[in-house]
């Protein structure tokens, strides 16, 4: 689906493929600031419009069909390349999906740790006077951006580096409850790893951090994109909207060095883990340990008194087996209260 809209002499005109088809033939064209979005388009539609219409780069136009193409890769990273007349960006929002669940409820079993976030590509050109949005999944922030150029029609008048912020923005808004998110799912990895000794425990925090260093590598290329769109680098980018980029970038600083700490949160919960099955070693090895230092010289007594010599002491008397029997309980009780004292058994 293609969604057009048009704004000039302060008014926001619909408009369809052919009609601004037409409207690039006109002389009054520059006049004009559009937005096309291209929301899961056809073949046909990549054609006409990205091709035929603007006459974007071909290889930035793979990169735009990777995700139809090239399933199987993923999404692209995010980038930004000049091709003098335009700009071409790759953003990655990011999300959760819905239904995801970090606690079990009381007759389920826990659900494994694991970090469960999405991507999505949102390709944008970045003209003079146009943007065209690319992506094949709906997008919160180009809709909520669409809703907001209709509630008021300058904003698009503004310039579409202005729109583009915008949406930019959305964007990192959005990474809010995903970080949210993530505060649940450690904080769930650090009861388990104090509680639980499970075995599989170790490979889902180590699944946790390698879905945290990709989370961080997503941000970390989006921040370089705007700090190059922030410091005048391009001047497709205005003096004016420079500082609403800023202001962007500084969020997405925040959430970087969030993640940043996230990722030492999920270091040291392996080396607690680490810790505590060492610990719980030591304890289970502490008590076989006491266990055979009591045993020792009782199986020493009977060891003794199990020998088949005929001059035996005891041997024929008639309370020697008592006598044995009370002999060990009073060895091993003796111990038990030397350890105890000592305080080897807390």
């Not at 037409?22 to 559009?34: F, K, V």
Request: charged content about 25%; aromatic content about 12%.
């Amino acid at each position: 689906m293609v969604t057009i809209i048009g704004h000039n002499n302060g008014k926001l005109k619909q408009l369809t493929i052919r009609e601004l088809c037409i409207l690039q033939s006109e002389p009054d064209y520059r006049d004009w600031t559009i937005w096309v979005d291209m929301t899961n388009p056809t073949e046909q539609e990549e054609e006409t419009v990205l091709i035929q219409m603007f006459l974007f780069h071909h290889l930035a136009v793979e990169d735009c069909q990777r995700e139809r193409i090239q399933p199987e890769e993923g999404d692209h990273f995010p980038k930004v390349e000049d091709y003098s007349e335009y700009l071409y960006v790759i953003f990655n929002p990011v999300d959760i999906p819905l239904g995801a669940r970090i606690h079990a409820s009381d007759e389920e079993e826990e659900p494994p740790l694991s970090i469960n976030f999405r991507t999505r590509q949102l390709n944008a050109f970045l003209g003079e006077n146009y943007i065209v949005t690319h992506h094949y999944e709906p997008s919160v922030a180009v809709e909520y951006t669409m809703q907001l150029c209709w509630k008021n029609q300058n904003i698009l008048g503004r310039g579409p580096d202005y729109l583009f912020h915008i949406i930019i923005d959305q964007i990192v808004d959005q990474y809010a409850p995903v970080m949210e998110y993530f505060d649940d799912v450690l904080e769930e990895a650090e009861a388990r790893v104090i509680a639980s000794n499970s075995p599989d425990l170790l490979v889902q925090i180590l699944r946790l951090k390698k879905s945290m260093q990709r989370f961080k590598r997503i941000t970390t290329y989006q921040r370089e994109i705007l700090s190059r769109l922030a410091r005048g680098e391009f001047e497709l980018v205005s003096t004016e909207e420079m500082a609403y980029y800023r202001n962007v970038y500084d969020h997405l600083v925040r959430i970087v060095d969030v993640s940043e700490s996230y990722r030492d949160i999920i270091n040291g919960l392996v080396d607690a883990h680490l810790s505590v099955t060492s610990n719980r070693m030591n304890s289970i090895m502490k008590v076989l340990t006491m266990m055979s230092t009591i045993f020792l010289p009782m199986t020493l007594i009977t060891g003794i008194y199990g020998m088949n010599f005929e001059n035996l002491p005891e041997l024929k008397w008639q309370y020697g087996y008592f006598y044995v029997l009370g002999l060990l309980v009073f060895v091993g009780s003796s111990m038990l209260i030397f350890f105890r004292r000592k305080g080897w058994l807390e």
